[in-house]
């Protein structure tokens, strides 16, 4: 079972809104992650969990706040976004960090109004 | 900032033939290489993995690692209209702490 689970799929959201993405995996990896997909491009890492703990955050703007509340469990708090945020954020796990696969979830697809 | 380069297609090859991306990355401490399929609107899904140089072969779908020349491709034998999709190419460093590169992707139409 390779299954990385993320709701909700899609979402509305204005710009004072506030709204959490989740993800959850039952793999046992202890790596997690997240990743923002635009239109045409390719996956841009956004952070990566580690054994619970933010191992690396790709200087990303403070209206994304990640929180890794179990080994199974990841969220990304989202406030005060802006129209080009816009885009399919993904989440994505591994076995741990380093140099092993990664399997990503379905994905939410974010619109910002 | 680590190079991933893919030739963004589009490719297009009829259906039974060998479709063949091809993939180039400029961090000779990349250890770990990833091939990922996507389909319009949707996630990426892990169908390749290399660690070693030389081939690896699962099904239709053959990866070949040549470090060497910094160089990794995948095979797609009797290509069908469902492989259609982009295919992401993806390396992994432990200099790096894993952070997972991906080159912009090969767009694959398989026509019938």
């Known amino acids: 079972d390779t299954e990385v689970t993320q709701t909700p799929k899609h979402l509305v959201m204005g710009m004072t809104n506030k709204k959490s993405l989740k993800c959850e995996q039952h793999?046992?990896?202890?790596?997690m992650y997240w990743y923002k997909q635009k239109a045409k491009k390719p996956p841009e890492l956004m952070f990566v969990?580690?054994?619970?703990?933010?191992?690396i955050n790709e200087s990303v703007p403070s209206r994304f706040s990640p929180e890794c509340p179990n080994s199974s469990l990841l969220n990304l708090h989202l406030h005060a976004l802006q129209p080009e945020d816009s885009a399919l954020y993904l989440c994505?796990?591994?076995?741990?960090?380093?140099?092993?696969?990664?399997?990503f979830g379905q994905g939410t697809r974010l619109t910002v109004v | 900032q680590k190079e991933v380069e893919q030739n963004s297609g589009p490719l297009s090859v009829p259906e039974g033939a060998i479709a063949s991306l091809n993939c180039t990355y400029s961090?000779?401490?990349?250890?770990?290489f990833f091939w990922y399929r996507q389909y319009s609107g949707k996630s990426p899904e892990l169908i390749m993995f290399?660690?070693?140089?030389g081939d690896k072969e699962d099904g239709r779908f053959t990866a070949q690692l040549n470090k060497a020349s910094q160089y990794v491709s995948l095979l797609i034998r009797d290509s069908q209209p469902s492989d259609s999709a982009t295919y992401l190419c993806?390396?992994?460093?432990?200099?790096?702490?894993?952070?997972?590169?991906f080159g912009r992707g090969t767009q694959l139409t398989v026509w019938p």
């Open positions: 793999m046992g990896h202890r790596a």
């Open positions: 290399i660690y070693s140089n």
């Open positions: 994505a796990s591994s076995q741990d960090s380093m140099l092993v696969e990664a399997f």
């Open positions: 993806a390396v992994k460093s432990r200099s790096t702490l894993g952070r997972l590169y």
């Open positions: 969990y580690s054994y619970e703990k933010l191992s």
């Open positions: 961090d000779r401490g990349s250890q770990s």
